[in-house]
């Protein structure tokens, strides 16, 4: 007869040292964000206008593929967690911790100041997502740290594309 191993059982999940229920929240709520990332720089991408217009849709299409990956990475987790990833799109804005603020401005700077917004918020909860699982659960750190490292580098794309615009304003 097949042996069907449970959730409980697999030592994979045994071996967190912290409540997993509470980490399947907090995941998921990373979730969410992404997604939400996604699509905002998705949009952004094809929207944007202004000076450095191509330059900076580039980064934005090339930053919503980043955050897309970042959804499969999370959702893989989870699910390894023995959790299931946010079923309905509708909840990603009710469950997400950074929230949707929808693009108001299509102007460049705009556009820029408000990703570079999300950014930071997405920085400072993975670096807290961090703090949370390190020493407890080193397969979801390694996987938050290279979010972290992606989202650092998201930030500082966005700051030197917005202080090359500036220069641009000044001459
Ligand atoms: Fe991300
Ligand atoms: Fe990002
Ligand atoms: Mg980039």
């Known amino acids: 007869m097949k042996k069907v191993v449970k959730k409980n059982e697999r030592v994979g999940i045994q071996i967190v040292e912290m409540d997993v ?3 399947l929240k907090t995941l998921n709520q990373a979730y969410a964000d992404e997604w939400i990332a996604y699509y905002q720089y998705w949009l952004c991408a094809k929207l944007v206008e202004g000076p450095m217009r191509t330059e900076v849709a580039a980064e934005l299409a090339e930053h919503a593929q980043e ?3 970042h959804a499969t990475l999370l959702a893989d987790r989870i699910v390894q967690l023995g ?3 946010i079923l309905k799109p509708e909840a990603w804005v009710k469950h997400a911790g950074c ?5 108001k401005h299509a102007y460049v700077q705009a556009v820029l100041e408000e990703n570079i ?3 930071q918020c ?3 909860t993975y670096n807290s997502i961090l703090a949370m699982v390190e020493g407890k659960d080193p397969v979801t750190y390694d996987i938050i740290l290279s979010i ?3 989202e650092i580098e998201h930030e500082h794309d966005l700051v030197r594309l917005l202080s090359s615009l500036k220069g641009i304003k000044l001459v």
Not at 99 to 103: C, I, L, S
Request: no cysteine; proline share 4%.
């Open 21 to 23: 229920e509470k980490l």
């Open 67 to 69: 955050e897309h990956k």
């Open 83 to 85: 959790g299931t990833p």
């Open 99 to 103: 929230g949707y603020d929808a693009t």
């Open 117 to 119: 917004k999300g950014e």
């Open 122 to 124: 997405a920085i400072k």
């Open 148 to 150: 972290l490292a992606d």
